[in-house]
C-alpha cells in the first residue's frame, strides 16, 4: 500500500524568501509523484509531476521538484516566493505500471507567505 | 476551471438522511474518481469509474455507493448519514491513462447536523 508523509504541516516564509515543502513516500512498487495545489475555496490543481525520466521536473510559475529514488522523496522548492503562492500544497502518489491510478495524497503544508 | 462540476456546493442535512452528490466530468474524459476530505483523515480516495464500470475501491463506506452513467456523469450516494461523514467531497476526472492529470472539481461540502 501507498502512504505519503509531509512533515510540515504549516510553512510560514516572506516574501522573495526560498522555500521547501518536504514530501516522503512507502511503496513497494514503482510510482508517479504528484504536486498538487488547494487555494482557498477551490479543487486542488496539479502543481507538477514526475512519471519517468529526468529526476528534475519544474511547474510554470517557478516552483520544481526532485524525485530521489533512495530517499524516497519529492521535495517540493521554489527560489523566490509570492503573496500569491499562499495555499495549501498537497503531495500524492499513483502506482506506476500496474494497479489502479487513484491518489493517495499527504496530509498537506499550508504556505504561507507573509509580506 | 478545471472543467469538472459538481452540484450542489454546498448540502446541509440531518443525521440518518441520504444525500446524492452529482459530478460531470471534463469533455472527453472517461474516468471519475471521487475522494473525500475531511479535517481528521485528510484527502482520502473512495471510488473510481472508467466508462461506466467500477476500477478500484478505496476507503469507502458501505453506506457510500456511487455509479456512473452512460453520459458519464457520475453519482455518489450517502445513506444513514453520520456528524462524522461532514466533510468534502471531490470529484476527478481523467482520460484513465495511468500518470495523467485528474482535473479535480470545486467540491461538494456536506455538513450533517
Known amino acids: 500500500a501507498q502512504s505519503v508523509t509531509q512533515l510540515d504541516s504549516q510553512v510560514p516564509v516572506f516574501e522573495e524568501a526560498p522555500v521547501e515543502l518536504r514530501c516522503n513516500y512507502s511503496?513497494?512498487?514503482?510510482?508517479?509523484l504528484f504536486w498538487y495545489v488547494q487555494y482557498p475555496n477551490q479543487g486542488l490543481q496539479l502543481l507538477l509531476k514526475y512519471l519517468s525520466g529526468s529526476t528534475l521536473v519544474e511547474s510554470i510559475n517557478g516552483f520544481e521538484a526532485e524525485f530521489n529514488k533512495s530517499q524516497t522523496s519529492f521535495h517540493l522548492r521554489k527560489p523566490s516566493v509570492h503573496i500569491s503562492d499562499t495555499a495549501e500544497y498537497f503531495c500524492?502518489?499513483?502506482?506506476?505500471?500496474?494497479?489502479?491510478?487513484?491518489?493517495?495524497f499527504g496530509t498537506g503544508t499550508r504556505l504561507t507567505v507573509i509580506p | 476551471d478545471s472543467g469538472v462540476t459538481q452540484t450542489p456546493k454546498h448540502l446541509i442535512t440531518a443525521t440518518g438522511q441520504r444525500v446524492t452528490l452529482r459530478c460531470s466530468p471534463r469533455?472527453?474524459?472517461?474516468?471519475v474518481y471521487w475522494y473525500q476530505q475531511s479535517l481528521d483523515q485528510g484527502l482520502q480516495f473512495l471510488i473510481q469509474y472508467y466508462n461506466g464500470e467500477e476500477r478500484a475501491k478505496g476507503n469507502i463506506l458501505e453506506r457510500f455507493s456511487a455509479q456512473q452513467f452512460p453520459d458519464l456523469h457520475s453519482e455518489l450516494n450517502l445513506s444513514s448519514l453520520e456528524l462524522g461523514d461532514s466533510a468534502l467531497y471531490f470529484c476527478?476526472?481523467?482520460?484513465?491513462?495511468?500518470?495523467?492529470?485528474?482535473?479535480f472539481g470545486p467540491g461538494t461540502r456536506l455538513t450533517v447536523l
Open positions: 476527478a476526472s481523467s482520460d484513465g491513462v495511468r500518470g495523467n492529470e485528474q482535473f
Open positions: 511503496s513497494s512498487v514503482s510510482v508517479y
Open positions: 469533455s472527453g474524459d472517461l474516468s
Open positions: 500524492a502518489v499513483s502506482e506506476g505500471q500496474t494497479g489502479a491510478n487513484n491518489l493517495f
